[in-house]
């Protein structure tokens, strides 16, 4: 009954499924459209656990799609003398299915604790950096200054233009004044949302001089799209430097800091 | 169409003697007495059947109006502020090109009207009302008039998304997540204005939609099966729609206070979800002392098992029609069943997931994660399960199948890219990218939607009486899934990149500056998607009046359904239905035809085996 060649053209359509599956994510990187550039400590091992759950995804992907090919080729009712198995299942199989899948699940999920740790729970023992305040649609930096605490007098303000030193670590205290923003530094595989009433540690170690984006990944109003920042990582130096240069242009536009202290 | 003949029993069942069939062709009323008549039985029906292609029809319009407000946002990610076809019109004064607050608007009512207007109704509303009286042999729901109120409370729905299109602002364009401050705070958004209050309005009427369908479901399920139907003898359909309705019963309420909390938010001046000294757009907020993350768990607290509530259904539904075109026993049915309901328990744990970048405590990320992947697993053995019954079977190629088929092989894809946002390091970098974009369209478009057609072609001549097209139906079938991949598969090498979902134009970030071909690409694809729809919609509409008439069961499938007329009169069947066996008697060693229905007597079954040996 029926037509094997449409048997034969819908198996290999679903064939089609595996093969240009993997071909996509092949091609993909070839053209650079592929995870971008790491430039964190904390990158390295996320992008590893990425790619190890790549594989183990894929191989499964592979075989699974490859089966269900192989089925509606191989029991296609439209081949001579077709015989339908009368089976109503295997506890075997299920047991096997099951058993597995969950040990391998289990073990992934154990796998990620040690990084999620890393990158979220254990906080290094530093004062912050710099204060990153987001608002509808610009990044609000705060450098502590001189006296390397955040609320003084020389405070230094920033809009959009973070900098940081390479190959140290790094703590942002991340705050909103209005709504719901993320922080997103791709190339340093960081994103945490800014929630308004919460202070919110973010930390990292960047390995490598250059300029990277800081994107917005939480819906946040009609300008979301524009709310972007850049965060240039400087050797210590060029940092100390750039920081100089930021207080004394802060001095120049703000004749009487002291006085304005006095008034609050 | 006003007389049917079915060719299995050789008897001619004419509508009117099963009191109103289903409503093709109705004569035009005359007298008042008549209008009444007419109203009640094709508009304030409390027939199951009419009520189900009620919500069918309804849900299929909204579909169309989803996917078109797909393609406004795929123009604007492909070609960003450039002039909008059609719709340009509208924004001549900006040289018809899309404002940014038009596309939040955009995105965030797809998402809406696409899962609460779309998917969730036309699986439990539409499918759910049609199949479980015929499915378990019940003349109708146990409750009728609670029937027909659930459909006619979309309506309210309908017009509030409908209505706040055209108020000041513009619709919702807070994400369908509306997540505070930015939905709470009239100043935040154009959209957080009157088109926010509408939509937490149209919200809250599908709420009570779903509410009542749910308990019609659970007491019809549990009440009224026919004799000899047992709970294990119930199709996979029939299980998937019962514990889809305890998981709204039990998760609904929480997103209805939820919505209640921030209408008061808005409304009343409340503060739940608004923290002290909160300053949006230069304006102080006037109340404070609630949490902005409150509203996250609440509405994952439904939404994630939501999530479950717009993929079991479509499971069932595939298994049925995958075993009906294999031919074959559904393989490990007790587990098939189980699975669901791990699925469904564990859905209750998992909603932090959504959550593990929003500063919740990271700590509590950890659970959520081994709960995460603990819920792969169920999915897994219903993967394995689906394999195994296509082995060793004796598969027919119909356009059913195939969207069965594509369901399976399309739920692998979204079943497995889960994964990767269920391990929290990897979702750090993942989360609010094209990633989860393309994860879920495969859950529920891939997924979901092509169930959804699957159930549409099989039970298609169920419904009208009629078989629609299949050289149409495969064409349809071919170019949805030829165009769905191109389109969402490509997105999980986007968000790969770490292009961030929700941006009207992320081409200006050095990191994405050369994704536009590619946008560029799946935009076409999703323009010939939509268009390959027209097929569907003129098989479906010709094949209503014009289809070959199908006789009472055109698949020899085994289900109680098959038993009743096509279409079923008020009451469903001519005859008590009296179930002997499971649904899934295939390809029954010795016995002469191919299967066993679930009404055959009980010596058929006997006679086979006894002659087999």
Redesign the interface.
């Known amino acids: 009954?029926?037509n094997r060649l449409?048997?034969i053209f819908?198996s290999l359509?679903?064939l089609a499924?595996p093969v240009?599956?993997v071909a996509?994510?092949v091609v993909?990187p070839l053209?650079?459209?592929?995870?971008?550039k790491d430039v964190s400590v904390h990158g390295r091992?996320?992008d590893s656990?990425?790619y190890f759950?790549?594989v183990?995804?894929g191989v499964?992907?592979v075989v699974?799609?490859v089966?269900?090919f192989w089925?509606?080729w191989k029991?296609?009712?439209a081949r001579p003398n077709?015989?339908?198995?009368?089976?109503?299942?295997?506890h075997t199989?299920?047991v096997v299915?099951?058993i597995i899948?969950?040990a391998t699940?289990?073990f992934?999920?154990i796998y990620?604790?040690n990084?999620?740790?890393d990158?979220?729970?254990r906080r290094p023992r530093i004062p912050p950096t710099v204060e990153v305040v987001a608002r509808?649609f610009e990044w609000r930096l705060r450098y502590p200054g001189r006296d390397g605490e955040l609320g003084t007098p020389d405070d230094l303000f920033l809009v959009n233009d973070l900098h940081v030193p390479v190959d140290e670590e790094v703590l942002v205290q991340l705050k909103s004044?209005?709504?719901?923003h993320?922080f997103?530094l791709?190339?340093l595989?960081?994103?945490?949302?800014a929630?308004?009433?919460?202070k919110?540690p973010v930390w990292f170690k960047a390995t490598e001089v250059g300029?990277?984006?800081i994107?917005?990944?939480?819906?946040?109003?009609?300008?979301?799209?524009?709310m972007?920042g850049r965060i240039t990582v400087d050797t210590r130096e060029d940092y100390e430097r750039w920081l100089e240069e930021i207080e004394a242009r802060q001095e120049a536009t703000q004749p009487e800091p002291v006085a304005e202290v006095a008034g609050q | 169409m006003s007389t049917v003949h079915s060719p299995s029993t050789g008897t001619t069942v004419s509508p009117t003697d099963h009191g109103h069939a289903v409503a093709v062709g109705g004569r035009a009323p005359r007298s008042s007495r008549q209008v009444a008549e007419f109203l009640s039985t094709y508009v304030f029906s409390k027939d199951h059947k009419v009520i189900g292609l009620q919500f069918l029809f309804s849900t299929l319009l909204w579909f169309l109006i989803g996917g078109l407000l797909a393609l406004a946002v795929r123009w604007q990610i492909a070609w960003p502020w450039s002039q909008v076809p059609v719709l340009g019109k509208l924004f001549a004064q900006e040289g018809g090109q899309m404002?940014?607050?038009f596309y939040?608007m955009l995105f965030t009512m797809h998402a809406t009207v696409m899962i609460f207007l779309v998917i969730i109704p036309i699986l439990a509303g539409a499918f759910g009302n049609f199949l479980i009286p015929l499915m378990i042999g019940a003349d109708d729901m146990a409750f009728p008039t609670l029937n027909m109120l659930s459909y006619w409370f979309m309506w309210p729905a309908f017009l509030c998304f409908g209505a706040s299109f055209f108020v000041e602002g513009g619709a919702a364009?807070?994400?369908w997540t509306s997540?505070?401050?930015?939905s709470t705070?009239v100043a935040?958004?154009?959209g957080s204005g009157m088109g926010q209050t509408l939509w937490l309005l149209g919200l809250t009427f599908v709420g009570v939609s779903s509410m009542l369908g749910s308990v019609n479901y659970m007491t019809t399920i549990i009440l009224m099966r026919a004799p000899g139907m047992t709970m294990f003898r119930l199709p996979m359909t029939i299980w998937a729609m019962f514990i889809t309705a305890v998981l709204q019963a039990f998760a609904l309420p929480v997103l209805t206070a939820a919505g209640f909390m921030q209408l008061s938010d808005r409304m009343l001046g409340t503060g739940f979800f608004n923290?002290?000294g909160?300053?949006?757009?230069n304006l102080l907020t006037s109340t404070?002392g609630g949490?902005?993350?409150l509203w996250q768990h609440l509405f994952w607290f439904y939404s994630h098992p939501a999530v479950y509530i717009m993929i079991l259904p479509a499971m069932g539904m595939v298994s049925d029609i995958l075993t009906v075109f294999?031919?074959?026993?559904?393989?490990?049915?007790?587990?098939m069943v189980y699975s669901i309901a791990g699925i469904a328990g564990l859905g209750f744990i998992v909603w932090g997931h959504h959550m593990f970048?929003?500063?919740m405590n990271?700590?509590l990320?950890?659970t959520f994660?081994?709960s995460t992947?603990?819920i792969?697993?169920p999915s897994?053995?219903k993967?394995?399960?689906w394999?195994?019954t296509?082995?060793?079977?004796?598969?027919?190629?119909t356009t059913a199948m195939?969207f069965a088929?594509?369901f399976?092989?399309m739920f692998?894809?979204g079943g497995?890219?889960g994964?990767?946002m269920?391990?929290?390091?990897?979702d750090?970098?993942i989360?609010?990218?094209y990633f989860i974009v393309a994860h879920f369209h495969y859950v529920l478009f891939a997924g979901t939607a092509m169930g959804v057609w699957a159930g549409i072609y099989y039970w298609f001549p169920k419904m009208f009486g009629r078989l629609m097209n299949e050289f149409w139906g495969k064409v349809h079938f071919?170019l949805t899934?030829v165009f769905l991949?191109g389109t969402f598969?490509?997105m999980?090498?986007?968000g790969?990149?770490?292009f961030?979902r929700?941006?009207?134009?992320?081409y200006?970030?050095?990191?994405f500056h050369?994704?536009q071909p590619?946008n560029a690409f799946m935009t076409w694809c999703a323009i010939g998607m939509v268009a390959t729809q027209i097929i569907f919609a003129v098989n479906f509409v010709w094949s209503m009046f014009y289809g070959p008439v199908a006789g009472r069961n055109p698949w020899n499938a085994n289900t109680l359904e098959w038993t009743a007329p096509s279409p079923p009169g008020h009451g469903n069947f001519d005859f008590q239905p009296i179930v002997h066996r499971g649904p899934?008697e295939?390809?029954?060693?010795g016995c002469e035809k191919?299967h066993l229905m679930q009404t055959d007597p009980p010596d058929a079954r006997a006679a086979a085996l006894a002659s087999a040996h």
């Open positions: 009954m029926g449409a048997g819908w359509l679903f499924v240009l599956g996509t994510f993909g053209y650079d459209i592929w995870l971008p091992s996320i656990l990425f759950i790549l183990l995804t499964v992907f699974t799609e089966l269900l089925f509606l029991y296609d009712a077709p015989v339908a198995a009368f089976i109503h299942g295997s199989l299920e299915w099951t899948p969950a699940l289990l992934l999920s990620q604790m990084t999620w740790a990158v979220k729970m509808q004044m209005d709504v719901l993320s997103f791709p190339n595989r960081i994103k945490q949302d929630v308004p009433g919460m919110t300029q990277y984006d994107v917005c990944a939480e819906l946040c109003g009609w300008g979301h799209y524009k972007k | 404002a940014p607050e939040t364009s807070g994400g997540y505070p401050p930015l705070n935040a958004s154009p923290p002290e909160n300053v949006v757009n404070g949490h902005p993350i294999a031919r074959k026993p559904l393989f490990g049915y007790r587990p970048v929003s500063g990271p700590a990320g950890i994660m081994v992947m603990m792969a697993l897994a053995v993967t394995f399960n394999l195994g296509l082995w060793g079977g004796k598969i027919q190629f195939l088929v594509s399976v092989s692998i894809i497995l890219s994964i990767f269920a391990a929290t390091p990897v750090i970098f989360h609010d990218t071919f899934f991949n598969f490509t999980h090498i986007l790969a990149v770490g961030p929700r941006l009207a134009d992320a200006h970030y050095e990191t050369h994704l590619l899934y295939y390809s029954v060693p191919d």
